[in-house]
C-alpha cells in the first residue's frame, strides 16, 4: 500500500503545481490572437504592422466577446497599434499615426475649443495670439527668416498670352538656396490683388495649376506659384526625398513668406487684397502660413480643413503644429483667420466630409462672435473626392472674384495656353544653370537645421 501511495501523492503534487504555476501569464502572441479575433467575429483584418515577436500577457481575457472595437482597442493598444474600420467585414491594422484621428475625436476637439477659448470674440482674440505664438516656437520660424540674404529675385522675360503674363523668378532665401515660381499677371496695367498658391504635391508645371493660375490672372489677380520642397528645381538643390522630412515643412513656411515678401514689394501690387489658396497639402500651407502671416486678407484652403486630420506628410505634420496652444486642429488654425474672408472647399469622400456637419459650424461661431458671419463661405462637393478638379478651380474662382471684386465673366479656361516645362525652369534642362555658390545637397542646410534631421534626409536621398 506505502509503495503505491507514495508516487500517487507524489503524482498529485506535481499536477497541482503545474496547475499552479502561473508564471506564463497565459501570454499569446499577438498574431495568434489577431487570427482568433477574425475567425470569432467573421472579419477580415489586414495587417500592416508588424506582429512578429509581439505577445501579449493574459492574451484572451483581452477579448470582448460582445464587442470587435473594444476586443481590437484592447489588444492593439498596447503596441500602439490602432484599427481602421474599411466596411462592416473588413478592418485594416495600422501603426499609430500622430496627425489622424477619428471624427468623433475631432467632434469633441471641437467641443473643448469652443468652451475653452471661444466664448466670446476677447477670449478668441487672446487665443489667437497663443496659436500664432505657439507654432512660431514650434517651427522656430522666426530664426530662420532672420537668417535669410535678402537679394532681389531674378525674374525671366514676360512671355504673353490672352489676357494675361507670365514670368519665372528664382528667389534666394538661405544663402545658395532658391524658391523657383511663376507669376501669372493680368495684361491690364492697374493695381492687382495676388493670390499666393502653394502647391499641395504636385508642381507648378502641372496643367491644373496652369489653368488656375492663368485664369486668376485673367480675371485680374496676380497668382504665383512656386516649387513645393523636394519638387520641380528644388530637388536639384535638396534632394526629392527632403520632401518627406520635418525640414520641409519649415522651408515651405520660410518661402511662403518670403515669395510674398517679393511680391509686396512690387509696385503693381494691391496691399490691401492679399490671398492665399491651396488644395490638399497647399491647403494645410494656407492654414498654417495664415496664422504666421497677418498680411493676407483672404484665405481659401481646398480638400484640407479638417478637425480630425492635420495633412499625413512630413511636409505638413512633420513638425507638430496642432500641439500648439495646448492642441489644436486645422479647423482652429483657420478659425483664426476670424474675420476676414475665409472660402473652404470641401469633398464628400476625404477628411473634409464632415466639413458641413462638423467644422462649418464651429467656424460660424466664431465668425458670429465677430458679426462676420457673411465673411465665411463653404463649396461642398458631397459626390466628389480628393482632387482640385474643375468644380472645385469654378468654386475658388468665384470666392476670390467676391471678396477682391475681380472679373468673374473673364474665368475661362480655355483661354489658357499650357506651357511645356522646359518654359517653366530657371535652372535650365537638369540643372545646368544653377548658380555658383548654389546649395546641391540638403546636408548644405547643415547650418540651419539640428544634425540629426539633415541625416535623416541625406539617408533618404542616398537610398
Ligand atoms: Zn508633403
New binding site residues.
Partial sequence: MKRLLLPLLLGLAASAAAQNDYSHRYTRSLHDLLTEISARFEVRLKCEVDTVGRTLPYGASRIRPYSLEETLDNVLKPFDYKFVKQNDRYYKIKPYESHRRLPEEGAALLGWLTRTHAADSASFERRKRELRNGVCELTGIDRLLAACVRTEPVLTKPRRYDGYTVRNFRLETLPGLYVCGSIYLPATREKHPVILSPD??SDRYNENTQLRLATWARMGAAAVSYD???YGESALQVGAET??SPI??LL?LMNGIRVLDMMLARKDIDQTRVGICGAS?GGTQTMQLSVIDDRYTAACPVISLSSYFD?G????SGIQICSAGGGTCNAELAAAFAPRPLGVVSDGKDWTAHVPTQELPYLQHVYGLYGAAEQLRNYHFPAEGHDFGPSKRQAVYTFFAEVFGLDRSQADETKTTVEPVEQLLLFGPEGAELPAGAIRSVTGLAPWFEAQAVADAAAQNRR
Avoid at 506628410?313 to 505638413?316: G, M, Q, W
Fill in positions: 499641395g504635391h513645393l520642397v523636394g520632401h518627406h520641409a515643412q515651405q497639402g495633412g506628410c512630413a511636409c505638413e
